[in-house]
């Protein structure tokens, strides 16, 4: 329901009388009636509540700032706090059949979209018909995020990158009718708001809709207005469900009436409720097909409609948000209603922001320079900056090197109890998270600032004042501002534009281009979109899973799909999936690997296998349907045969095995430590096993024994394991951690390790520790800001990496002995294979090798040393023989010498510039060349004292010079290296130096 904004002052209320501060009491009471024709009507209550309304004189509010004053009636008008508002709408159509569903994570269980942006995308697999209806309407207060707008956040009344949407949901069974009157009858009875200030919009085709607000509801046709596709036919993106829409507006100036009015008139109007028609699929190519399921989908935004009945002049001076604004000016130690409209504008930045970073951190999102990571550091970042534009600077503790985000996110966190209660349990996390981000980008926003500032003076000057050469920052000073000194590109934009400079964003484009090559990039986007799939769903029931309590099964194949496209027969060679009715494979989830293994059919009189099918892979689909991929070994398969699954048994134990330790090991973290880190995700291989964790610095040697001992501990414990199905709720009552990522029914399969672990999984476990045998930490590192990752072996992949290791180490041995006989380091292969059966009767013991090697790596440094010294000596014996080839330049007599040194390495190089330099004395000026290695070029220049006087320097000499060779350098005045990759240049490079010194010298005479 967010849309661009059409004006950014300040709104004025419902008049511009000054605000006197006083509440009238108005109580108002009705009944609510059922809707004929409606599927939901038995569950309408034959009385509803009454409910008590308290509103301020319409005729004195007016847009005044919000006061202690104000922020005390709305406190005392409960019935409009953000907290009651909430409740009442799930209240309302909890009472009409509507199932109050939980708010989803703002990281959604959708590929297409980065963040939850919408209420309806925890529904987008129903409303698309690849998941079947749990209830058959619901209703929620989803937490959404939105950064599309961010430039319009502070400036505008109602933009936020965190909001709650309100919402109503039908899948198939109410429609317009019953959508259309019970949003005028939340609107008007239970909110209280006047009719006759509401005015509607509806597709400008939307016929239907039309004559249901005017004949059913009652709004006179003024106040309809018909609008465009922009403006009112919803999407959910480029592919989805789509269909017109229909919305409510408040109007704040109704005594304007209705000439030429204008609904994206911010002014007078806003909108505050969404009623989407979901009655289209939109396809790839644009076009529009028919839902066979016809669904509503409705938002109201919760901040909208908070302004409206609490009467302040904008969404941030809710009770939602204001209290962080007023944390904010406590630490700026300003005054809200004092301060001008940009302070302001700054003040509700933080408010916004503020709720973002913190419900995002809680929701496992760290900040990074990627993805949703790289959201949360934009955004932290905004904050840091904004709030050092407001003068606020320390902890609020007497710290002025303190941090000041944790200060606000406490109170975010003290309004989250009825957004998010979990928010709470993380508050640890999320606290240290902001600290340690605004900590270190403080490091680097000073010196950062300063470049900046510099910039913006270099364009400012080039630009010289005329009209026509508009000031603006290079696309390569940008990203460095980006990769050096953390400055998100939006923020240098920002500030740039304060100045009147704009910013090279191609340019920008091109340096982040340039380094994403470097990388990888590990994101694909998957389409989900109705076609083939919709109609196997349809046509295919889920398939019951067998393989907790059995490693083989009979079945019957409901389904064949080669290349995506359903097939009735399949022939030997044929790479399939292949959709059962029951069976005993885990389909990937959780981190699990799908199992492996084999389909049969034996042949009916020597029982002979007819029909192998070999199985590499079971994902799940369309809900909860198992897709087993693989190929037929033998034979051929058909739609409707009986066939005989089995499991790889071995392979399954391994999966099991690595399960089980990754929930010990998330346990021992957890004890070893702080039991606020969390999962940010994991991977339970037959090889191995992969845990992502939430922590902000490596861990140490001690740490990682003592989480081993831990593990291996419980392993020997020898304690068997409790698997049980639950209600949610009653789950994480009992304290059963979530798994990340997962989404979750009513009913959760949880599994326990008395005393040690309490999970929510459905994975496949062993029964007792014991069969795990032994768990080994094999790499700990870092793979994003504040998330590290241990990659670990238990069970046969533990005996099998022990084992390598051991032989590893016995070889080990037996060349350091070698190394020792022979009294050197250097051994090549061939004389390892030629001594190995010698060397094994003089190993150098296990507990001798740290020992050994230390000495090796001492001997290898001093003699890298030795052949850098001498590497040296040569370059400056060449050098005295080149001395002897410089020429004298200008009346000065200023000695040069520009040479090429062959494959002098850059050090040598240094050694070199240096003696000559020395040795011509002053004036001199020497540039040496050389390729040290393939595809490498090193230059350097050395100038005396009296050649700087000239004018010329160093560091920007060779600059110019080593372009030519695909490079670049610098350095001081007097002595700078440079580098390049084109060898062939070189003696190009030198020619330009030659001439340029010889021109420069010559006019400084």
């Given at each position: 329901m967010e849309r661009l904004s059409h004006a950014s002052r300040a709104l004025p209320l419902l008049s511009a009388a000054p605000f006197r501060h006083r509440c009238i009491p108005i109580r108002a009471s009705f009944t609510l009636r059922p809707l004929h024709g409606c599927r939901c009507n038995k569950h309408i209550r034959n009385n509803a509540e009454k409910v008590k309304f308290r509103i301020r004189n319409s005729s004195s509010a007016s847009a005044e700032p919000t006061t202690k004053e104000t922020a005390e009636e709305t406190a005392e008008d409960s019935s409009v706090s953000?907290?009651?508002?909430?409740?009442?709408?799930?209240?309302?159509?909890?009472?009409?059949?509507?199932?109050?569903?939980?708010?989803?994570?703002?990281?959604?269980?959708?590929?297409?979209?980065?963040?939850?942006?919408?209420?309806?995308?925890?529904?987008?697999?129903?409303?698309?018909?690849?998941?079947?209806?749990?209830v058959p309407c619901a209703t929620t207060a989803q937490r959404c995020i939105r950064t599309n707008d961010i430039e319009n956040v502070g400036r505008t009344t109602r933009h936020h990158t965190f909001f709650e949407m309100l919402g109503n949901f039908s899948f198939g069974d109410y429609f317009k009718k019953e959508a259309i009157v019970w949003a005028w009858e939340l609107s008007t009875k239970e909110y209280g708001l006047p009719p006759e200030r509401l005015w509607i919009s509806v597709f400008e085709d939307d016929d239907e809709a039309f004559l249901?607000?005017?004949?059913?509801?009652?709004?006179?046709?003024?106040?309809?207005?018909?609008?465009?596709?922009?403006d009112n036919f919803w999407t959910?993106?480029?592919?989805?469900?789509?269909?017109?829409?229909?919305?409510?507006?408040?109007?704040?100036?109704?005594?304007?009436?209705?000439?030429?009015?204008?609904?994206?008139?911010?002014?007078?109007?806003?909108?505050?409720?969404?009623?989407?028609?979901?009655?289209?699929?939109?396809?790839?190519d644009g076009s529009l097909e028919p839902l066979k399921q016809k669904n509503i989908d409705t938002g109201m935004g919760l901040e909208r409609v908070a302004r409206i009945l609490q009467k302040v002049p904008n969404n941030y001076e809710t009770d939602l948000i204001f209290p962080i604004i007023e944390k904010a000016t406590d630490l700026a130690r300003i005054s809200y209603p004092e301060a001008d409209s940009v302070t302001k504008n700054n003040l509700k930045i933080i408010g916004d922001h503020m709720r973002a970073v913190v419900y995002l951190i809680s929701d496992g999102v760290i900040p990074s320079n990627i993805g949703r990571g790289y959201v949360v550091r934009r955004l932290i970042r905004r904050v840091v900056r904004t709030g050092r534009l407001l003068g606020i600077k320390g902890d609020d503790h007497g710290n002025p090197d303190g941090a000041f985000l944790p200060v606000l996110a406490e109170k975010v966190i003290e309004l989250s109890t009825n957004i998010d209660p979990d928010v709470k349990s993380?508050?640890?996390?999320?606290?240290?998270?902001?600290?340690?981000?605004?900590?270190?980008?403080?490091?680097?926003?000073?010196?950062?600032?300063?470049?900046?500032?510099?910039?913006?003076?270099?364009?400012l000057l080039k630009s010289g004042g005329n009209n026509g050469n508009k000031p603006c920052l290079s696309g390569k000073d940008v990203f460095l501002l980006y990769d050096t000194y953390g400055f998100p590109v939006e923020i240098?934009?920002?500030?740039?534009?304060?100045?009147?400079?704009?910013?090279?964003?191609?340019?920008?484009?091109?340096?982040?281009?340039?380094?994403?090559?470097?990388?990888?990039?590990?994101?694909?986007?998957?389409?989900?979109?109705?076609?083939?799939?919709?109609?196997?769903?349809?046509?295919?029931?889920?398939t019951e899973f067998l393989g907790y309590d059995s490693l083989s099964a009979s079945a019957t194949v409901k389904g064949i799909l080669v290349n995506g496209n359903p097939v009735t027969h399949v022939s030997e060679g044929t790479d399939v999936e292949i959709l059962l009715d029951r069976t005993p494979f885990y389909a990937e989830s959780g981190g699990q690997v799908g199992d492996n293994g084999f389909l049969y059919i034996l042949g009916d009189e020597d029982g002979r296998r007819k029909t192998v099918v070999e199985i590499k892979d079971v994902q799940k689909s369309l809900g909860n349907i198992f897709v087993h991929k693989g190929a037929i070994k033998e034979g051929s398969l058909e739609v409707g045969l009986d066939i005989d699954a089995a499991v790889d048994a071995k392979l399954r134990q391994r999966a099991k095995v690595h399960h089980t330790a990754t929930h010990l090991l998330q346990s021992a973290l957890k004890t070893?430590?702080?039991?606020?880190?969390?999962?940010?995700?994991?991977?339970?291989?037959?090889?191995?096993?992969?845990?992502?964790?939430?922590?902000?610095?490596?861990?140490?040697?001690?740490?990682?024994?003592?989480?081993?001992?831990?593990?291996?501990?419980?392993?020997?414990d020898a304690t068997q394991l409790e698997t049980k199905v639950m209600a949610l709720t009653d789950a994480k009552n009992a304290g059963a951690i979530a798994m990340f990522g997962e989404k979750y029914g009513e009913q959760v399969r949880v599994v326990e390790v008395p005393g040690v672990s309490m999970e929510l999984c459905g994975g496949t476990h062993v029964q007792n520790t014991s069969e795990i045998r032994g768990f080994k930490i094999i790499s700990e590192q870092g793979i994003a800001s504040g998330v590290r990752r241990i990659e670990a072996v238990a069970g046969e992949a533990f005996v099998e990496y022990v084992s390598a290791r051991d032989k590893h180490m016995r070889r080990l041995c037996s060349l350091l002995k070698v190394c020792n006989l022979y009294g050197s380091c250097f051994c090549d292969c061939s004389a390892i294979d030629v001594f190995f059966c010698l060397c094994s009767l003089f190993k150098v013991k296990a507990e001798d090798v740290n020992n050994r090697v230390?000495?090796?790596?001492?001997?290898?440094?001093?003699?890298?040393?030795?052949?850098?010294?001498?590497?040296?000596?040569?370059?400056?014996?060449?050098?005295?023989?080149?001395?002897?080839?410089?020429?004298?330049?200008?009346?000065?007599?200023?000695?040069?010498?520009?040479?090429?040194?062959?494959?002098?390495?850059?050090?040598?190089?240094?050694?070199?510039?240096?003696?000559?330099?020395?040795?011509?004395?002053?004036?001199?000026?020497?540039?040496?060349?050389?390729?040290?290695?393939?595809?490498?070029?090193?230059?350097?220049?050395?100038?005396?004292?009296?050649?700087?006087?000239?004018?010329?320097?160093?560091?920007?000499?060779?600059?110019?010079?080593?372009?030519?060779?695909?490079?670049?350098?610098?350095?001081?005045?007097?002595?700078?290296?440079?580098?390049?990759?084109?060898?062939?240049?070189?003696?190009?490079?030198?020619?330009?130096?030659?001439?340029?010194?010889a021109t420069a010298l010559s006019s400084n005479s």
């Open positions: 953000g907290d009651a508002i909430r409740r009442r709408f799930l209240n309302f159509y909890a009472s009409r059949g509507h199932k109050i569903l939980p708010s989803s994570s703002l990281v959604p269980d959708d590929p297409t979209v980065l963040l939850t942006i919408a209420g309806m995308l925890q529904f987008k697999p129903i409303f698309l018909g690849k998941e079947p209806r749990r249901l607000w005017h004949n059913e509801v009652g709004v006179p046709k003024e106040r309809i207005k018909r609008m465009g596709e922009d959910s993106g480029i592919t989805g469900p789509c269909g017109p829409c229909s919305e409510i507006y408040f109007d704040f100036h109704s005594e304007r009436g209705y000439t030429d009015v204008d609904l994206g008139d911010d002014s007078r109007f806003i909108e505050f409720y969404n009623l989407v028609f979901m009655q289209y699929n939109k396809k790839d993380r508050k640890t996390a999320i606290l240290e998270e902001l600290k340690r981000e605004e900590l270190r980008f403080v490091q680097t926003l000073e010196r950062g600032e300063k470049l900046l500032n510099q910039f913006l003076s270099d364009a240098t934009a920002e500030v740039a534009e304060e100045q009147g400079v704009t910013i090279d964003m191609e340019g920008f484009d091109i340096e982040m281009e340039n380094q994403r090559r470097q990388s990888q990039a590990a994101h694909s986007v998957v389409k989900l979109s109705i076609g083939n799939d919709v109609e196997i769903a349809r046509s295919i029931p889920d070893v430590i702080g039991p606020e880190t969390s999962q940010a995700g994991s991977l339970v291989a037959f090889d191995r096993l992969r845990f992502d964790f939430n922590f902000h610095r490596p861990l140490s040697e001690h740490e990682i024994t003592e989480i081993e001992q831990l593990v291996n501990q419980w392993i020997s230390e000495t090796i790596l001492e001997e290898l440094r001093m003699t890298r040393n030795e052949v850098s010294s001498l590497r040296s000596k040569i370059a400056v014996l060449k050098a005295s023989i080149i001395a002897s080839k410089s020429t004298a330049i200008g009346s000065n007599n200023v000695r040069v010498v520009v040479e090429n040194m062959d494959d002098t390495d850059a050090d040598a190089l240094k050694s070199a510039a240096e003696y000559l330099v020395d040795s011509l004395g002053d004036p001199a000026a020497v540039v040496l060349g050389s390729i040290p290695e393939d595809g490498k070029v090193s230059l350097v220049a050395a100038f005396s004292p009296q050649v700087i006087k000239m004018g010329i320097q160093a560091g920007k000499f060779i600059g110019g010079i080593a372009k030519l060779c695909g490079g670049g350098g610098g350095g001081k005045p007097n002595f700078a290296q440079a580098g390049g990759r084109k060898p062939e240049n070189l003696s190009d490079a030198l020619e330009k130096a030659r001439a340029e010194l």
